[in-house]
């Protein structure tokens, strides 16, 4: 990367500061454009969801993962709920979506507050032996008790596809029956999973994010307190594909304890079963923090403190950087030392996810933007205004400090939420043309894809070579905003 006509910069600069010049190019198609994640992990698009209670779940992990990316568990979750998350992802099809199911005696009203789990807008209803017994929608609630039963309601008689299809074949199938949605079956009639038309065409769009086993990646996180010895153990033995040492303040002498603690019980794990695990380590702002956590054995860094939209660090304690340059200059030192950097927080638009690779990225982690979508854990609450959203909150607020330390005493319990550095609660509204989160990855895609054609790059590390960064004012920033309504 190098900055426009030689202007390098005297002042630290965000994403709003900053913009990429279009260069010669021989890219003609945003098709010929490999997002294939330079950190490592093997991810094909460089897409990392934040490891926030509020954001990160199995709905979440599985559907990303099925687009590319990869989702972080978050530290604060149960092992046993950690573990069962890890199997259920594991275990989910790596093409076909998973549906939400019902029992015929399930309520009609339990089944209404069920749908927004997922993006299909139907459940598929099941017999005991995972059978077939129909479709539910919200159509078929209306005017109708809500103690009645699924079954008693149910369409009956739905489209049914086989398994083994291709993406395009499902797709011409669909459109045959003039459809959006359909369950898959096995041979033996019971479900796989269901397949729709915009699935359909994602799957020759997007490859998914797979293990040496072909199975969905997923990651998990641990802290820097406690027996990490033992979470670390557990986590590679449930077999996730990446582990991340997390605390808000990366450069520090606890931060280095436990990473050489997971580093020691990573490596007698890659002896054990021939399978070498990633560790990532932050929050990091420093070439100096950058190269040491790499050096202590780290094979990714995670840069950014304060960036985040439900972080208050640098409004509280003035601590942080503004995240573009913090993003070049560790890169550029995690490179000089054999690793990789994930830009963490402050990306709002698709413009800034492709800035933080430009600016050597090996993958853009992202947090609140993915809050607000129908597969994040949260249930889906509807506004006095009719506006649908799900709440969220900072992982260092006093809300996310209150799960993590539920174990202590309540004295240091009390004494710990006198400290906060993140906001409790906020609404994150779903957006009504892109409430899925796979609808957020064609946004975030379709627009890093534009921009490499326009630097003339075919993958990540092309475009981190050939992009050309320049320095604009904040009325250079806002003359770039489209209006949604006339001036």
Request: charged fraction near 20%; aromatic fraction near 6%.
């Amino acid at each position: 990367m190098k900055f426009y006509a030689g202007n390098t910069p005297h002042h630290d600069l965000t994403y709003n500061d900053v913009f990429l010049v279009p260069q010669s190019s021989e890219v003609s198609s945003r098709f010929d454009v490999d997002l294939a994640s330079r950190d490592g992990l093997g991810t094909t698009i460089p897409i990392v969801v934040a490891n926030m209670t509020a954001i990160a779940g199995r709905r979440m992990a599985e559907t990303v993962a099925r687009r590319g990316g990869i989702v972080i568990l978050p530290q604060d979750i149960p092992l046993d709920v950690v573990a069962k998350t890890v199997g259920k992802v594991k275990s989910s099809h790596t093409l076909l979506d998973t549906p939400v199911t019902l029992r015929p005696d399930t309520t009609v009203g339990e089944a209404l507050s069920l749908l927004p789990k997922r993006a299909h807008g139907a459940a598929v209803v099941l017999n005991d032996d995972r059978t077939l017994l129909g479709l539910f929608r919200a159509s078929h609630g209306v005017e109708v008790d809500r103690f009645a039963q699924v079954h008693e309601v149910a369409d009956r008689t739905p489209v049914v596809l086989r398994e083994g299809l291709s993406g395009p074949e499902y797709f011409a199938a669909l459109e045959e029956h003039h459809i959006g949605f359909a369950p898959v079956v096995a041979p033996d009639q019971t479900l796989v999973g269901a397949i729709t038309a915009k699935g359909a065409v994602r799957s020759t769009i997007y490859l998914p994010a797979l293990d040496d086993q072909g199975r969905l990646m997923i990651g998990a996180a641990v802290g820097i307190n406690g027996d990490v010895e033992s979470k670390a153990k557990a986590l590679l033995d449930m077999g996730v594909d990446v582990i991340v040492v997390d605390t808000a303040h990366g450069h520090q002498a606890r931060m280095v304890k436990a990473l050489k603690v997971v580093v020691r019980v990573r490596d007698a794990h890659a002896e054990l079963s021939g399978r070498r695990v990633p560790i990532a380590a932050g929050n990091i702002v420093t070439a100096q923090g950058t190269r040491e956590l790499i050096e202590l054995g780290a094979d990714i860094v995670k840069v950014g403190v304060g960036p985040g939209a439900m972080c208050t660090t640098r409004m509280m304690t003035g601590v942080g950087r503004p995240q573009f340059s913090a993003v070049l200059d560790c890169a550029q030192a995690a490179a000089e030392a054999g690793g990789s950097v994930w830009a963490d927080g402050g990306v709002r638009h698709p413009r800034d996810v492709a800035l933080a690779l430009a600016a050597g990225a090996g993958s853009v982690m992202i947090g609140s933007w993915f809050a607000g979508t129908l597969e994040s854990p949260g249930n889906l609450m509807t506004g006095s205004d009719g506006r649908e959203y799900k709440n969220s909150f900072g992982m260092a607020s006093s809300r996310a400090v209150s799960n993590r330390t539920r174990d202590n005493a309540g004295f240091e319990r009390a004494r710990m939420a006198l400290f906060e550095e993140g906001i409790s609660s906020s609404r994150m509204y779903l957006d009504p043309d892109r409430p899925g989160v796979e609808d957020q990855l064609d946004q975030i895609t379709a627009g890093v894809r534009s921009s490499f054609t326009y630097a003339g790059a075919r993958n990540i590390h092309e475009f981190n070579e050939r992009a050309t960064i320049g320095i604009q004012s904040m009325a250079g920033y806002e003359e770039g905003r489209p209006l949604h309504s006339s001036w």
